[in-house]
């Protein structure tokens, strides 16, 4: 730990002026969920009216992200500063030791429409908007999240409320064009170990002349998912212009859905499915549709 960090080494470093505390990153691993830790005597703290489990607003010169903060009584952080997980430290790109100003996280409006499914309501496609809009900009936290999914979970979702979940989750991302009619790709509903068809499938279709941008999802109740497989062969984390090169080179690809941007909020929601063991009917329908018409394909075998 960086001495100037720790309480103890420096008792007369203060908190800033309106609101802002020393960025410090703190190297704990919150599971991708962006996580301040304050102090409680803190003066922002105090002055906010912060507790544990509060969102807030963090902003540099640069950029800003809602987190979620964690209160410390302990002597390891030190007065005016803003411990960030890596999620935090990575989602903000602040440089070491750089003011950060904390404030209250805006209202959420989506989560009233949370709060209806969780009471068995409903949402029309509009509220699925609303939720996947705020979920894909990083504005809730895995509480909240995993509220949503429970909510949608165990057949909850009709016909409708699929198309317009579907709907919402490519409207948040990018949304790729080959420049042909002809794009394929299929889909395999995994859950078993070495059920892997997709490495045998995409090269095959490949030489056979026809066009197969795959991205493949990590484990979510499985012992490995086929992007975890492929890595042990070759780099799966390839972003938007190398997967474009590799599929004009090759004519496809095997990456990791959630190093493109294409229908975002499918891997957040994913990153909470995972702890909970949840992988419903219509979310998975969702998932797996909104990222195949994200990555431009036209025909699709599942």
Request: include cysteine; hydrophobic fraction near 40%; aromatic fraction near 4%.
């Amino acid at each position: 730990m960086s001495p100037d960090m720790r309480a103890d080494s420096n008792p007369t470093h203060g908190d800033g002026v309106d609101n802002t505390l020393r960025a410090w990153r703190t190297g704990i691993d919150t599971y991708q969920e962006p996580v301040v830790y304050m102090r409680r005597d803190c003066a922002v703290c105090r002055s906010e009216g912060f507790t544990t489990q509060a969102r807030v607003l963090l902003t540099t010169n640069s950029a800003s992200i809602v987190a979620t903060l964690s209160v410390v009584d302990g002597p390891w952080l030190g007065h005016g500063i803003a411990g960030l997980s890596e999620a935090a430290w990575k989602a903000l790109h602040p440089l070491p030791g750089e003011w950060i100003t904390v404030a209250h996280a805006p209202v959420l409006d989506s989560l009233s429409h949370v709060r209806a499914k969780v009471y068995g309501n409903r949402l029309d496609a509009g509220a699925f908007r609303a939720v996947i809009g705020d979920i894909a900009a990083g504005r809730y936290s895995d509480l909240h999240l995993a509220t949503f999914i429970t909510a949608c979970a165990g057949d909850h979702l009709d016909l409708d409320e699929t198309v317009s979940l579907t709907r919402a989750m490519i409207d948040v991302g990018e949304r790729l064009d080959w420049g042909r009619d002809l794009v394929v790709d299929k889909h395999c509903v995994g859950g078993l170990p070495g059920n892997r068809t997709t490495l045998l499938v995409v090269p095959i279709v490949a030489a056979c002349g026809l066009t197969m941008p795959k991205t493949s999802s990590r484990a979510i109740t499985s012992p490995a998912g086929t992007a975890d497989t492929m890595e042990v062969l070759a780099p799966v984390d390839l972003d938007i212009a190398a997967m474009r090169r590799t599929v004009e080179r090759t004519g496809a690809c095997i990456v990791w859905g959630g190093s493109v941007r294409l229908s975002p909020a499918d891997d957040i929601l994913i990153r909470v499915e995972r702890p909970l063991d949840l992988d419903s009917e219509g979310q998975m329908v969702a998932y797996v549709l909104s990222k195949k018409a994200a990555v431009g394909s036209t025909k699709v075998v599942i």
